[in-house]
T-cell receptor, first 111, second 115 residues
Framework: GNSVTQMEGPVTLSEEAFLTINCTYTATGYPSLFWYVQYPGEGLQLLLKATKADDKGSNKGFEATYRKETTSFHLEKGSVQVSDSAVYFCALRSNDYKLSFGAGTTVTVRA | SAVISQKPSRDICQRGTSLTIQCQVDSQVTMMFWYRQQPGQSLTLIATANQGSEATYESGFVIDKFPISRPNLTFSTLTVSNMSPEDSSIYLC????????????FGQGTRLTVV
């Protein structure tokens, strides 16, 4: 079946540091890939997505590239801010439209 | 996009009772799903809510424990039956607009505590 393996946290960074959260997946067919973010006390929001190989999703300074050869979708941001403190979930959507989520990575950015 | 309203936003319930969670969408949607997020954990799909027919449950979830209704294309309910403390979780409604759009939208969630 489908699965998502995500780098476990927690991750603590200083402001302006570089952030990478690794995500790899196992799926049949050609899934769409997503990063969702959950800010403290809030619901789940879509951060970015990629629907086919070599697509790059980007939003709010975050980027992730759909790498079919390595079955990866790593999230990166060049310079984090305190407001980026949140839980980040990697997810894939298969042809049956169901989402499979990674375990989530808690990121804390210190001023 | 879609705006999803979930009610209640939180509740504290006695064990052995049941709670029904409502999910209302501001537009007709093809797909509706219910997820559970246990404390400190990721999201797990409970079931797909099918309009006009019985929901499709994932492994480990059964209709007697989590009955679901979906009377139309904008509304669904999830009931957590005969609750125990292990049911304390956030329950989230999710929708997909149509088969052409890959994005899924989530409600704010219902934070359930069973005492």
């Amino acid at each position: 079946g489908n699965s998502v393996t995500q780098m476990e946290g927690p991750v603590t960074l200083s402001e302006e540091a570089f952030l990478t959260i690794n995500c790899t997946y196992t799926a049949t067919g050609y899934p769409s890939l997503f990063w969702y973010v959950q800010y403290p006390g809030e619901g789940l929001q879509l951060l970015l997505k990629a629907t086919k190989a070599d697509d790059k999703g980007s939003n709010k300074g975050f980027e992730a590239t759909y790498r079919k050869e390595t079955t990866s979708f790593h999230l990166e941001k060049g310079s984090v801010q305190v407001s980026d403190s949140a839980v980040y979930f990697c997810a894939l959507r298969s042809n049956d439209y169901k989402l499979s989520f990674g375990a989530g990575t808690t990121v804390t950015v210190r001023a | 996009s879609a705006v999803i309203s979930q009610k209640p936003s939180r509740d504290i319930c006695q064990r052995g009772t049941s709670l029904t969670i409502q999910c209302q969408v501001d537009s007709q949607v093809t797909m509706m799903f219910w997820y559970r997020q246990q404390p400190g954990q990721s999201l797990t799909l409970i079931a797909t809510a099918n309009q006009g027919s019985e929901a499709t449950y994932e492994s480990g979830f059964v209709i007697d424990k989590f009955p679901i209704s979906r009377p139309n294309l904008t509304f669904s309910t999830l009931t957590v039956s005969n609750m125990s403390p292990e049911d304390s979780s956030i329950y989230l409604c999710s929708v997909g607009l149509n088969t052409e759009n890959t994005e899924a939208f989530f409600g704010q969630g219902t934070r359930l505590t069973v005492v």
